[in-house]
Structure formats: C-alpha cells, structure tokens
C-alpha cells in the first residue's frame, strides 16, 4: 500500500474534507504560509485561497468567532502551532462550545468546529512550548479529544472530525509529523471512540496515547525477542474513550500500563487506571502502572529533558518488572530525536 | 422618517417587554423560578429599537442580561417563561436557564453567561455573512463591563481588519453588578472612543429614546449592508431593578445606588416617554394606551400561567443530545 | 469550642492574615461590597481599605497582572464569584504562575498569589456558573489545589495559602458557606497534601471532596445504623495529594469509593481509583467506584439538576451495593437544598 | 541633552548586544543549542535607550525575543549563552531556554514566551509600587502582535485606571513570524492610536535612533516619576534575521518579504547610524570604533566559550524546586 508522512495525511485530509465541503474554512497563525502547522496547511491553502486565511493573535476570541460561524452553517478549522496557546480559549471552548448542543436543548443548531494543535517535545521547546492539554480537555462532557499516532489515524480520524456535528480537538504530535506509514489513497472517515489494536499480544496491555504508543510499539518489538508478547493499544480518541476494547484486552492479559503523553494526575493515565479499577478489577494479576511526564514542567537543559520523557525503555523496563522478570539494559532501544533547530 | 404605525410598533414592542419583565420578576418572587435572573426593566428601549431595523434573516446575540434582546427579536413570551420554571417547553428546554436562551426561528442564536462571548459570537456569524457575500447582519448585545474583557478588543480588531458585518450594540447602564464605571474604567475614556479608534463608526446616543435607537440602527442597518464592517453603538441608559433578582436594590438595603438615582432615570422611562410622544403627536389617545396596557399584561398573564402548567422534562431525557 | 460558618471561617482567617502580613491585598469582582464571594471579603474590606479593592473585569491579565505582583514581593488574592470565570485565566495559572518557580530555577523570585473561587450547584447555577476545574488545575505540577469541606479546614488551609510561597486555587462551595462547624479561636495553618479523616470506619472508605464529603458523611451516618463502619476521608488538596492516607484507610478496609464534585473522566475520581489501582492493588477486595457529575454540562431545570448531583442517597447505595446488600430507599436522607434565589 | 559619554555609552551597549547577538546566532547554527531561539539583531536601540534611562531598581519584563532586552537591562551574555547551551550555569539554569531568561540583580524579572504575559507582569509589578508610593517603574517589552491579543487591552485599561507607573514598550517591526501589519491589524488604526483611546500619554517614535528612544525615554520615565501613570511608546524598528533561528529569510527561500526590504533596514542599521553620529560629532575616531568593536567580540567570544565548557545540570536535579 501507499506510504506518506503523517503531515501528508493530514494535509491530504484537508483538501479531501475542504473539496467536498464548502463550508469548511481554515485559519490560525500563518495558516495560509507553506509553515503553516507543520506543512499541514499549505496545499489547501493553495487550492482553496479564499478558505485558508491568516489569523491575528487572538485565541480567546477566535474560539468564540469559529462557535458563530459554525452556528451559521460553517465548518471552522483552527489551528495552532502550539497547543499551549490554547488555555487562552479555554473560555469559549468549555463554557460554549462543548456545551451548546446540551445546553440549549439541541434549540441553537450545532457547533462544528475543529481546533488542531500541534503538542509535544523537540528541541527544547520547554515548558511552554510542549504541553498535551488532551486530559484537562476531555474532563468535559461536549468536547472529542483525538491524538493520532500514525498516518492512517490522521488522516481518518481528521476526516472524521471534519465531518463530525460537534467540537473537536485534534493533537498532532511534533515528533509524528514525519513519521512514515501505509495510507490508503481512498479512506473513511475513523470513528470517534474505536480504539485502535496497535499491536496483538497475550502477556501484558499497554494503552499508549500519541507518540507514546510508537514507544510502547518499540518497548513490544524488543520485548518480543524475549518471547514477552505485549498488546498496543492506542485509544486514538481519549474522548469519547472506547473502554470496551480496553477492558477485552486486560480480561486477557491481566496486566496493564498506560503510557500519555501528558502528567499523571487527574491525566489519561489515572483514567484507565481507574476505569480497569472500576470495571476489570478480576481481570487484574497484577497492579496497574501508570507512565507519565516527570511531575515538574518541561525542562530546556538537554540531559534534564532527556529524564523527563517516557520513552520505549522506561515502558520495556516497567512491563518486565510487572512480569517479575530481570530488569535489563535497554537504553539502546530508545529512538535518537531527530529532530533540528530552530523548531 | 418614522411613520405613526411604526411608532406605535415599537411602543407596543416596548410595552410588551415591560409587562413581561415586569410580571416575571413578581413571578419570580414566589421562588419557583430557579435560575439566576438578571431582568431588563427600563432598558427596553435599546432592543426594540435595533431589532425593528433587522429582518429576520439577521442574527442576535446577547448576555446575561438577555431577555430583553430574546423578546425584542421576536421571541416568545411564553418559552421565555417556561424557560425561567425549568418547563420542558422552555426555550430552551429547561436545561440552559434565564441566561441561556435561543430561538433561532426569530434569529435569536443564543445568548450566554460569560461575558463578551456574545461579542466573539457575533463577530464570528457575521464572519460567515461576509464569506458568503451575504448581507445579512449579525448584532451582539451587551453591557458596559464587556469593554473590560480582552476578547471585546480582540472582536474589535477583527472586524475591522475583515470588515465584518457585524453591529455592536453597548447598553451602558453605569454598571456592573454594583461597580459604577468610575472604579472600573480609566477616566475620560469613554467606550465608543475606545472603539473608534480600531476605525471603527461609532454612534454615542441616548438610549431611552426609542425613536433615536430606531433612527440610528436604520442608518447603520443600511450602511452595513451596502458597504460592509462593524459599527459600534453606545446607547446610555440604566436598569431599575437589582444586579440579579426582582427587587428594587434600596428594597435590600443595597446602598451602592442612591433611591434618588433610580428615581430620576426612572422619571425618563423609555416606555412612558415614548406613550408621551404618541399622545402629543396625535398618534394614539390615552385611551388607546390603557387598552393596549390592559391586553398586553392580561396576553402575558396567559402565557406566564400556560408556561408554569406545562411539564417538566422527564428525567429520562438528562442524557439526552449528549454525544 | 466555639462553632462558626464556612464563611465566617474564610473572613476570619483572611482578617487575620492581612493583619499580620502586610503584603497581602486581596481583589477581584465586588470584591470591596458585603456581597463579595458570599460575604467572606466584606472584613477585611472594612478594616483594610486600600487593601482590598474592586477589579474589572479582566480574569486574564489580572492572573498575570497578580504574576507580577508577587514578584515584587506582594501577595495578591484574587476571588472569582464563579470558578467558570477561571478558564479566562489558565494561561496566565498554567503557562506562567505554576510554572515560575521551577522555569527560571528559581532565580525570579516567588510568585505567592492565591485564587480564590465559588464552587458548585445551587438554585439551577446551570452550566457554565456551578463547574469546579480542580482536576484539570491540578493536572500541572506547580499549582496547589484547596477544596476545603468544613469551617475549621476553610481557615486553616486559608491560612497556609496566606503565607504560602507559591500559587494556591482555592475552590469555595456554594453549598457550604452557609454550614456549621468547631473552629478554635487560635488556628495553625493546615498544612497542604494532608488530608482529613472525617469519620472512622472499617468497611468500606470513600474518599470525598468539597461537599462531596458531607454528602459521604451524612452516608455513613445513615449506614452506622445498619451496623456498616465506613471511613470518610476529606483529602483537602488535590494536589499535593495525601496519597498515605488514602492508601492506609483502603488497606484497613479494602473497599473504596472516590465522591467527586466535578465530572469522572480525567477528573479526581479517577485519580484516586488509578492510584488505587497502582499503589493499593493488594488490598483491594472489590472493584473501586467512581461517582461523579452525570457525565453531561449542568442542567437548570429542577428534575433534571436534581438527577444529574450525586448525593447521600447515591454513595450510600453504592456502598451497599459494593459490600453486597440489597439496595433500599434512603433518598430521605439528602438534605434540602435551603438555597434561595436570586443567587 | 545627551553628553559626548553617554553617547559613547549607548553606542558600546548597543555594539555589545549586536556583537553577542551575531555571535550566538552563529553558534546557534552547529544545532548544540537546542532551544528555539529569535535573535534580536537590528532592533538594538529601543532597549539600549530605553534601559538607559532606568536604574536598578526598575523592572522590566520581555517576550519571546527578549536576548536584547536582557541585555539591555543589565544581563551578562556569559549566563545568557550557557542558558541557551542548557547549562546549568545558565540564567535559568538551563530550564527555561532563549524565551525564558532572568536576572533579577539588574532588574530583568523574566522573559516569556506566551505573547501579552509580560505586559500584565510589567503591570502588576507597577502595580506594586503604586500600592507602597514607590517611584520605580515597570517596563514591559514586547512587539506588535501584542496588540492583537486582548490581555493587552485589560492591561491598558487597568494602568490608565490605577495610574500606575508601568513603560509599555511596543517594537512594531511590521511583522509577526511571517504576517505583515497589514493583514493582521486594521488599517488605519494605529497600536499607539488604539493606546491613547485609553487616556494613556503615548510617543511614536524611529526605533532605530538610539538617542531618539533615550531622549523620549528620559522625558517620560522622569514624568512618570513625578507623577504615576502609564505612557505607551511605539518604536518602529525591523528585526534582521528570520522569526526563529539564525538565518536571513532569504537564505532559507523564505519569500514573505523581499530581500531590498531587509537591505533597506539594514542601511538605517541603529549600531552603524550611531557609530556615524559619533564620529560627526567628534565624540569618536573610526580607530577607537574598530578597537571597541575587537575588544568587545573577543569578549564575548571568551563569555560564550566559558559557557559552552560549563557542565549540563546533573540529571538529579530534575525534580529539584518542585514544591
Ligand atoms: C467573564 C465573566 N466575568 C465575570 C462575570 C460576572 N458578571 C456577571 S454580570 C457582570 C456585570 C456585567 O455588567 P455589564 O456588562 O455592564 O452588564 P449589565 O449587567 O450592567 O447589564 C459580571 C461581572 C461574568 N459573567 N463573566
Ligand atoms: C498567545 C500566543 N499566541 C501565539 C504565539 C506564537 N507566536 C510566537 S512569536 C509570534 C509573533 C510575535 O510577533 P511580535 O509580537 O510582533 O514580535 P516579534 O516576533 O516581531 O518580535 C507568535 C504569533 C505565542 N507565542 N503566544
Ligand atoms: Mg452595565
Ligand atoms: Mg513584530
């Protein structure tokens, strides 16, 4: 099948979503610039110049601006370079739009908006430049929160969202962005809440968010070599999440980590965590572990951003001490950041 | 020009939203209305007004203090009512409250609690309007303290850079809950001069004077659509009743007002004053002025009392529209 | 000893505070009028008036506006009439404040500002004037997160964040101002990250916050009388979380219920019932409950508010279900909502 | 007026900034400085003015592009480079990175990387002094994009409401990464237009003339002295370099601007247009030019040299000052 870059996918989508659906525009900073959002604007932008603009610096208010539009019929798409601009319009994103369809009884039409933001780590981008806000998001009922691992997930998924009635928040990680992998050239759209089998083992679960689910990929390949057969699952939409998939995969293994991209507290880590708690506690062999962010902000310093970071062998490591095996040197497993300044 | 049938229009409109507020704030006394209500009395003017130069086809937006837009537009008093009582045939639902009301057949989008998002809501219909080469006009109501929010001037700034047709409608009362401006706003800065200075036009104008509000939106109403962007109106004026809740402030031993203050703008009730004009004018007799009173309270009695009779919504339906 | 309000307590404790600390301004909406965040500004605005004054509204620049205050050596305590207001402050609370001290190393001085805020249902608040973000708050390392349940904890944990060197949200509810409770005279501060237990028991624990806890107490009052022994525990701070407390309590008992004011996904009850999951597995002798807000935005309509709150009559059944009893018709024991309006 | 050594001392901060600027930048290319990073490089003579015209007691706050302002204020280049090679004798110990620099001794509280944060610190830091009748002030410097987001409109309003003694330094150098004015702001409305609206005193002022930024600083810091209140200065100004990084855009085939509109800039360069005015004027040979400018990159050569030896912070330190 047919290879591209995630970025690709995505641009891909767009244009696909923007050719069928006039309704559809796009804007955020530098939007209509071939930097736009790590390339993923440029060809709509191209094809459809009057629908991909530019947008001052203006977070708060554009949430609002997209919630009016998308009540005249139009689709919005918003997109950030980073998603830690996006607290700004927390306001009109949590007292608005997640909650118009409910809150006006379905009387006021629907909200579709879409707001893409690029998260994660590279280059130092420091405490400011890095954050996954998808769990702070998802805590409230009205919003879809997406984080798409592979190409295919991109694309799908974003199809999905540019078609979808409702708000919607899509990360795509910095590290993913020139990821490789098979894309069909004629895709459906990926349904919200249907989780994705990253991977088929029988020894150990472990559900993995965004680029965590590449390392947890990672941790499984070299763990399979030791003949430790690992599931992947990667969740694709934290909200809603599909718990039923989760909960076949631990009734099978019996043993669970999860693997995000953000903090652990009140994260999606402590989510499943507590879901398997709650709904497959006699699945359980074995305590649940939780694999996050250090619990500081993200530091510049390259050996101190290095520590904070999950990645394959802090998730290899725990998967073997959850299996009372030997812990092991796995550092060479780890992949080399390829990532180059000034980004 | 005004003709003598739209002078009555829009003292009849007026009336009609005076004796709603005012029967729904002795309604809500009776503590069976359980959401926070901040009542429009004496403010009416500024609505009727704006919405007699708008078709239908135009959109509204308001605030917390929004039932006053909500009727102006066209809504009804009925589901404004069975909104207030939680009723399942409430605009509404029930389920958003006095300060989350949406008729979208009179093009009353929505209005919400948090201050200046009517503003970017607006700004974004009109957004819509002007990509689609529309001339449909989308109006955001709102009140003083939104020129203390950020995302006021970030609306501001993006209208006018896109030319939106968007008008912006300010009802400044002198307050918010119980600041007065002077501890709010820097002195001599005036909120039209704030906004005109995104080049923006702006109009400053007295609004108890239904008959000027009327005048000026007409204006703007057709300027905008032969040439579209923003416009900003300032329309001064005041409300009778406390923050939030039915009462008169000095009636709590409220003191952040003086008795008199009300007094005197109550003396230029835009209501009153325009049943004058219609008098003087020969427009319509005293008589005329009574019945009409009569009719309209006794039309939203029944409406007050047909609302609180229906229904609640079944319990069954609070996961209902959760997607 | 003597026995005080929950407001009265937050007054008391603010008077005392800026009596004894001249830094200490406080300011936010109405925050100079009696009806300042329920009365609780109303004595320090009269004993200290160029100390407590009124703000615009302006919840974005004035988080970062406090920022620089404290940097200066003030410490600036702003009050929200609603905590939904706060969304319009996250990117100063998360991309600045919380993040000060650990960014600049330390080398930029402290930034104490407490946030204090109104919490919770009363009187069809609806959905966007009744939200408690604790969970999303506290989901970044840097920031204190306060729900106190009682008077006595409301001066107490006031006290700590009054002398406290970093950034505290304090979330005050709506429910509870108007209860009773001991408090001496002469207070210590309560220290942050230690919870309270508020009723002993050997059944079954549930692990509360804010009203959340009365709601738990007046639950296993109920229950102590069919000879069931629960223990309450009011952990007081989100974050730092009492972990030890909770972990021990669950160890005694084996059973676990987490009670939460605010929405389950990615919210507290999770928190707790994935630390359990992590930290307690072994204990553990029936699978954790999580009870929360029904998983939609707050309705207005009574029938409707009155479904979507969890109350006594809810954890008590559950507790009975989880120790396997039959369910029975305790919705006699919630209390009556003595709210009035306007408010 | 400006006496022959204040001159010359303006000229050797700005030649020290520029020169570290360029050194850094070309350090920056051999990618072991791995924080994103946009050099300040052209834009030298608004904070050299506007810091000579403070003491150590004054504050100020910058954005993302905040190297020169540091500097300006007081920072050493030897902490500012070992912060951008993530040392731990970095000013912020190698945590923050470029957008996230401090030193307090001279009076830089911070730099941030999210646009509008630094004018509400700069205003609550003022805000602090006003509350103890101190006569510090607070500057905040930051650029044009500011203007757009509305947290620098509560700010204005805030200041000219308080009166407090906070310096809003606006450098419009016509671009925000790669968005000119035009398509961001509307036409006509200026940033110090739209500032004055709020009854705040503002100058328009050529951010390439070192004397004219001192001189208007001078006058407006001593005023605000005297008596409190915030002034806006809008210092028009172009940054060299592309938004982020160490390249000119044009080496990079970026074609949001042209390469004649980055050489036009270049010829009113502040540092040689100053280098020129002093040897007009007598105040300097071209021989003491070319030997402070040797001594001064050797200097920094030394400074950034020391830095790139220092050790990384220990990875034990991770979770130190965590509270
Ligand atoms: C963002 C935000 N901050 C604070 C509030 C609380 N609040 C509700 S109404 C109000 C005053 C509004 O005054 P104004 O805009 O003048 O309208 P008025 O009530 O006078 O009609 C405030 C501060 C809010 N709803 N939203
Ligand atoms: C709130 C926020 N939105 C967007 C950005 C991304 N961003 C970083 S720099 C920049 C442009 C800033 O332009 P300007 O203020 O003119 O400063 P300059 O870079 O020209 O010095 C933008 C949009 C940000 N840092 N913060
Ligand atoms: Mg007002
Ligand atoms: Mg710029």
């Avoid at chain 1, 994660?120 to 702070?136: D, E, F, I, R």
């Avoid at chain 1, 991977?199 to 472990?206: C, H, N, S």
């Amino acid at each position: 099948m047919r290879i591209i870059k995630y970025n690709e996918a995505i641009s891909e989508a767009t244009v696909e979503a923007m050719t069928r659906d006039p309704s559809i525009f796009l804007t955020g900073h530098a939007a209509a610039y071939p930097s736009g959002l790590f390339g993923t604007t440029a060809r709509a932008a191209e094809t459809f110049p009057g629908r991909v603009f530019d947008c001052p610096s203006m977070e708060n208010a554009f949430a609002g601006i997209a919630v009016g539009a998308a009540a005249m019929g139009k689709r919005p798409v918003f997109v950030l370079p980073r998603a830690d601009f996006m607290f700004l319009a927390f306001d009109n994103l949590l007292n608005l739009a997640c909650k118009w369809h409910y809150m006006y009884d379905g009387n006021a039409g629907r909200v579709p908006i879409v707001i893409r933001a690029a998260v994660g780590k590279g280059w130092g981008q420091g405490a400011t430049h890095s954050q996954c806000p998808h769990a702070p998001l998802a805590h409230f009922p009205g919003l879809t929160v997406a984080l798409p691992s592979t190409p295919a997930d991109a694309k799908g998924l974003l199809l999905n969202a540019y078609t979808n009635n409702h708000p919607v928040i899509f990360f795509e990680h910095r590290s993913l962005f020139g990821t490789e992998g098979e894309v069909p050239e004629q895709m459906d759209p990926i349904p919200f809440g249907k989780a994705r089998i990253a991977r088929e083992g029988t020894d150990l679960t472990i559900v993995a968010t965004s680029l965590m689910t590449l390392e947890a990929t990672i941790a499984a390949d070299e763990l399979a070599k030791q003949g430790i057969s690992i599931e992947v699952i990667d969740p694709r939409t934290v909200r809603p999440l599909d718990e039923e998939t989760i909960l076949a995969s631990v009734a099978k293994t019996g043993r669970l980590i999860v693997a995000d991209c953000s903090w652990e507290m009140c994260g999606f880590s402590s989510e499943v965590a507590g879901l398997i708690a709650e709904k497959g506690f006699h699945s359980l062999k074995a305590p649940v572990r939780r694999i996050a962010l250090a619990n500081c902000p993200a530091p510049v310093s390259l050996p101190l951003e290095t520590a904070f970071y999950p990645k394959a062998s802090t998730l290899a490591q725990a998967a073997l001490r959850l299996l009372n095996k030997d812990e092991q040197d796995l550092a060479g497993i780890d992949r080399v950041d390829y990532f180059k300044g000034p980004y | 020009m005004i003709t003598p049938e739209q002078h009555i229009r829009l003292y009849k409109e007026m009336l009609r939203i005076r004796c709603a507020e005012a029967a729904l704030a002795e309604r809500y006394k009776q503590q069976e209305m359980r959401t926070p209500t901040h009542f429009g009395l004496g403010q009416e003017a500024v609505p009727v007004g704006v919405c007699a130069a708008l078709t239908k086809e135009d959109v509204a937006y308001s605030h917390h203090r929004s039932h006053n837009h909500y009727l102006a537009k066209g809504g009804s008093v009925y589901r404004l009512a069975a909104e207030l009582f939680g009723r399942k045939t409430g605009c509404s639902g029930g389920r958003g409250g006095s300060v989350h009301l949406t008729d979208r057949e009179s093009g009353f989008i929505a209005s919400s609690a948090i201050l200046a998002e009517c503003v970017a809501m607006a700004t974004g219909s009109a957004l819509s309007f002007a990509m689609d080469a529309s001339d449909r006009i989308a109006v955001a109501f709102f009140g003083d303290a939104v020129a203390e929010e950020g995302a006021f001037y970030e609306c501001l700034g993006y209208a006018a850079l896109k030319k939106l047709p968007v008008l912006f409608v300010c009802e400044n009362n002198g307050y918010a809950t119980e600041s007065p401006l002077s501890i709010r706003q820097p002195e001599g800065a005036s909120i039209h001069g704030r906004v005109a200075s995104f080049q923006i036009p702006t109009r400053n104008i007295d609004g108890n004077d239904v008959a000027e509000v009327y005048l000026t939106a007409l204006e703007v109403v057709d300027e905008m659509r032969r040439k579209p962007g923003p416009v900003f109106m300032e329309c001064r004026t005041y409300r009778w009743l406390e923050h939030v809740g039915p009462f008169f402030d000095h009636e709590l031993k409220r003191t952040y007002r003086t008795k008199e203050e009300v007094e005197e703008w109550m003396a230029h009730c835009p209501v009153k004053r325009h049943g004058a004009y219609l008098l003087e004018n020969g427009h319509a007799t005293g008589e005329q002025l009574s019945t009409w009173e009569t009719e309209t309270r006794k039309s939203i009695e029944d409406d007050i009392e047909r609302a609180y009779q229906d229904p609640w919504p079944d319990v069954q339906t609070l996961m209902d529209k959760v997607y």
